[in-house]
């Protein structure tokens, strides 16, 4: 059974530009759910998929969007990027919706904006 | 608003001594509660959910507790590969399967 995978594993960008970072859920799971986290904190919810539909959103602007595909794949987009989008970023698949289903996160991309 | 708060911020133990974290929540409707370990730089290692107050789940030298107010997570006898940080989660509602985090305890084993 594989894991939730992201990639890439470190990114380094300037203020302005735009990034797209990649997930694949686990085996068997149709949820994905990204998620940013700040040095010393918690993980904070950007927004989940569901069949390919997005599926509830945090407070985040509008420049982060995101999408998933048949595969339950998903893509997470950043444009304009800030100074403080600076953070790890993790993916997280579980089996569905609905339920308490148990959200299993990958290894995460850390971003830095200069 | 829903909010968990996790304490102590940090916690160093040497080798072999028992302690306890804890994770207090106040939300609306809870359907589940996930504990992780999550190493540096690295993603969260789920650990447990728990469903309903008064439920237990252990896991090596992990077991976690969950009242209608909050949650423990006790570690017993701990080990050096034990340090990491842990993290207390949340899921509340019926709108969204968001996880709703605490800041984490960072815990530090010494031999």
């Known amino acids: 059974e594989t894991g939730v995978t992201q990639s890439p594993t470190h990114l380094i960008k300037t203020r302005g530009q735009q990034v797209t970072l990649r997930c694949s859920s686990q085996?068997?799971?149709?949820?994905v759910s990204w998620y940013q986290q700040a040095l010393g904190q918690g993980p904070q919810f950007i927004f989940q998929y569901y069949r390919e539909e997005e599926n509830g959103r945090g407070n985040f602007p509008p420049r982060f969007s995101g999408l998933q595909f048949p595969n339950y794949s998903s893509e997470l987009n950043v444009n304009a990027l800030e100074l403080d989008d600076s953070a790890l970023y993790l993916c997280?698949?579980?089996?569905?919706?609905?339920?308490?289903?148990?959200?299993?996160f990958g290894p995460g991309t850390r971003l830095t904006v200069l | 608003e829903d909010q968990v708060t996790q304490s102590p911020e940090a916690l160093r133990l040497q080798e072999g001594e028992s302690s306890s974290l804890n994770c207090s929540y106040t939300?609306?409707?809870?359907?589940?509660l996930f504990w992780y370990r999550q190493d540096p730089g690295k993603g969260p290692e789920f650990l447990f959910t728990?469903?309903?107050a008064g439920e237990e789940k252990e896991k090596e030298r992990l077991k976690a507790t969950l009242t209608k107010k909050e949650s423990f997570l006790h570690i017993t006898a701990p080990k050096p590969e034990d340090s990491a940080t842990y993290l207390c989660?949340?899921?509340?509602?019926?709108?969204?399967?968001?996880?709703?985090f605490g800041t984490g305890t960072r815990l530090q084993v010494f031999p």
């Open positions: 728990l469903y309903s």
């Open positions: 939300v609306s409707g809870l359907r589940g």
């Open positions: 997280a698949s579980s089996l569905d919706v609905g339920g308490a289903f148990s959200q299993y």
């Open positions: 085996s068997g799971h149709n949820t």
């Open positions: 989660a949340v899921q509340a509602g019926v709108r969204t399967d968001k996880l709703i």
